[in-house]
């Protein structure tokens, strides 16, 4: 998949960096959104796609905002992630799209007319048709949406509302995947998804608090405003390479002193007990933290991606009176957390 910068796009030749020419997009079929979490529904629109680009010989494209715009109007309160941009990428290469288009989203883009946009997609981005929402809107004014596109000159083909198969037949979306994460239903946010939930990030240097009582852990960069899930969890953990994919034995081979870790429920993953929030015990409020403790290794773990797939939720953030409280109580999360490994099988 190739990833383009919107203002890559549209910048005249003369603003470029030197070297750099200006890219002109094969003719394409553009689906248009936020697209986090990529989940279930996002994935019918990403096939409808794929099917119209097949049948018309046009490449397939998406275009994604960053920020998204409510991190943009309000960050404080905007809704947590499920994906960040580097996830979104894969997931969307995954699912079988040829371009994707960032559009950072600023005061000059929410300023753009609905004329000026469909101008943009048409004349600079090459889009001959869109798959969009039923209730997709555009512009500055809000004025823009299917019809107008349609009156532009544009095919453009609305997929309904993605339901699930309960017997309320719900609306598949990012807002309830987010809401069954925060609850620690993995099970029913990864139906959702329609795969398992996972973060994926480089292991940079902590305060090593963890260390200090004899529970080291890798912190993992959430590339966030902060995360769709919080507290305690069981992980399996594997190494990604620059492409993204697994490395095999990507985490045993760098052990020592034979502290090769605990086997992971996947192919080449390790076993690890995660911590997901602020940690309320140490006073970092707003300090978004991701940290893995991997129960019998010992490596540097420093500089490799990681990607973490979320097995079991134990529970919520706690609030320890001291350090030596909250050894305890990490000790016995390990503990808690092994037991239940123990009882899986292997996939």
């Known amino acids: 998949m190739n990833t ?46 794929r099917d119209i680009a097949d049948a018309q010989n046009l490449n397939s494209a998406v275009m994604i905002f960053e920020p998204q715009p409510r991190e943009f109007f309000s960050p404080a309160t905007a809704p947590a992630r499920l994906t960040n941009l580097a996830e979104k990428q ?14 950072g989203f600023d005061s000059d883009f929410r300023s753009l007319s609905a004329q000026a946009f ?118 399996d953990v594997v190494s990604l390479d620059d492409d993204g994919k697994v490395i095999p034995n990507g985490l045993t081979a760098l052990a020592v002193d034979g502290k090769t870790g605990v086997a992971g429920l996947r192919p080449y993953s390790l076993f690890g007990t995660a911590s997901i929030g602020t940690r309320p015990s140490v006073d970092k409020e707003r300090d978004w933290r991701l940290e893995v403790h991997f129960p019998a290794l010992q490596a540097d773990l420093y500089g490799l991606t990681l990607q973490v797939r979320f097995l079991h939720y134990l529970h919520g953030e706690r609030h320890y009176d001291g350090l030596e409280a909250l050894k305890i109580g990490i000790h016995n999360d390990v503990k808690e957390l092994l037991d239940w490994r123990s009882k899986q099988k292997i996939s």
Do not use: W
């Open 118 to 235: 469909a101008d943009l997609l048409a004349l600079r981005l090459n889009v001959k048709s869109l798959v969009l929402g039923d209730d997709f809107k555009f512009g500055h004014d809000r004025t823009g949406d299917s019809q107008f596109l349609r009156d532009y000159g544009l095919h453009v083909t609305n997929l309904h509302t993605v339901t699930d198969e309960s017997d309320a037949a719900e609306r598949i979306s990012s807002t309830r995947v987010r809401d069954l994460l925060l609850a620690g239903d993995l099970d029913a946010a990864n139906t959702l998804l329609g795969r398992d939930y996972t973060i994926t990030g480089l292991v940079i240097g902590g305060d090593k608090i963890g260390r200090t009582m004899d529970f080291p852990t890798a912190n993992i960069d959430l590339e966030r405003l902060k995360p769709a899930l919080h507290g305690i969890f069981a992980v």
């Open 90 to 103: 894969a997931l969307l290469a995954e699912y079988g799209i040829e371009t994707l288009i960032v559009a």
């Open 4 to 49: 383009y910068f919107l203002e890559q796009l549209i910048a005249s030749p003369s603003t470029l960096p030197a070297n750099t020419s200006p890219v002109d997009l094969a003719p394409c079929v553009l689906t248009i959104g936020n697209f986090d979490g990529v989940h279930l529904g996002h994935q019918a629109m990403l096939a409808q796609v």
